[in-house]
């Protein structure tokens, strides 16, 4: 690149919580750090800008044509959705995310969620916040189920890094573990188990793949039919992966146990989105998209994004998710 001060534009600081530090890149360099940015104004903001950080703003073809010195956008996450890929590619502009940083946030995110629900937590915490405890005139009562994890089963979407550091914790809670395979495939060896098995006998489903096509409402009405168990769904991973409408029916029907999510479709949802809607249920759980959150992963993906915009500067580009670009 270009020995002159290169141009880096952060379009979204504020998804990063303010007290994480984000070191200076060692490099000559400019940088303008806006807190938010609305879709109508990425094309101006890049436009001059050799490097671009984004975590969740938009980044469409439009947008990309129109930044002529653009050469990286690096993403202070790992998905890349929001990337229009293709533009990225016929551009020539790479793009670099993060990886591994939530390796403990998320899995143990998802098991605040298992846990708090497995034991009614949030509705024993409301219903003493009531006064039932005092109305009970004994030194306990039972409006709501309180379940063991100890030699339950936990069926688990997805066997990257997130997927395998939930399944340790579940194995050491002394869990039986199944990793499910793809949607549909049935020629399916070990470590994988069916779908449609891992449906039937689980009774905890914890969801850790990326928003695919073929993902896309993974869990519909007719995946929560085949769930004899009555399981908990936990989803820390992206709203898309659950039918909301199917999920609100699983749940009214009492065909699940309950519902732990932590990410919706859009983000933040709308007051009058199903999921809202939803929190009536005392066993179902919506947190706001910080399973992720940790103060020691927000660091830790701080210091990689700088890392990875530091390689890239060097010519020895990292964690590059389009290498033809």
């Known amino acids: 690149m270009s020995t002159q001060p290169l141009n880096i534009v952060f379009l979204d600081r504020d998804t990063i919580a303010p007290h994480i530090r984000l070191r200076d890149p060692a490099f000559p360099h400019t940088l303008q750090v806006y807190d938010r940015t609305a879709l109508a104004d990425v094309s101006q903001r890049i ?29 202070a996450a790992t998905g890349v959705d929001n990337i229009d890929i293709q533009a990225c590619n016929q551009h020539q502009v ?23 629900l497995r034991r009614s937590i949030t509705a024993y915490r409301e219903s003493v916040r009531q006064g039932r405890w005092q109305q009970a005139q004994q030194f306990c009562y039972f409006d709501y189920p309180i379940e063991d994890l100890h030699a339950s089963t936990i069926g688990i979407v997805g066997r990257g890094v997130l997927g395998k550091a939930t399944a340790q914790i579940a ?10 395979a793809r949607k549909g495939q049935t ?17 905890v489903i914890s969801l850790h793949c990326p928003l695919t096509p073929e993902t896309q409402n993974l869990l519909s009405w007719n995946e929560f039919e085949q769930m004899q168990r009555r399981p908990l769904i ?21 065909q699940i146990a309950g519902a732990g999510i932590d990410v919706a479709t859009p983000e933040p949802p709308s007051n009058n989105h ?52």
């Open 47 to 75: 436009q001059n800008a050799d490097i671009v950080i984004t975590n969740k703003v938009q980044l469409d073809a439009q947008a990309i044509a129109q930044a002529n010195q653009l050469k990286l956008i690096a993403v």
């Open 94 to 116: 790479s793009i670099a995310n993060i990886r591994d940083y939530a390796r403990h946030s998320v899995p143990e995110h998802a098991f605040s969620l298992i846990f708090a």
């Open 171 to 180: 194995q050491a809670l002394g869990m039986r573990v199944l990793f499910a």
């Open 187 to 203: 020629n399916v060896t070990a470590p994988y188990t069916e779908f449609t098995q891992v449906l039937a006998e689980s009774d």
């Open 234 to 254: 936990i989803n820390t991973a992206r709203g898309g992966l659950v039918d909301n409408a199917a999920l609100a029916k699983a749940l009214e029907r009492q």
């Open 274 to 325: 199903l999921l809202m809607q939803l929190l009536r249920y005392p066993n179902f759980i919506l947190t706001p998209h910080i399973g992720w959150a940790s103060t020691q992963a927000m660091q830790t993906l701080a210091d990689q994004l700088i890392d990875n915009i530091e390689a890239f500067v060097a010519g020895q580009p990292r964690h590059i998710v389009n290498p033809n670009s």
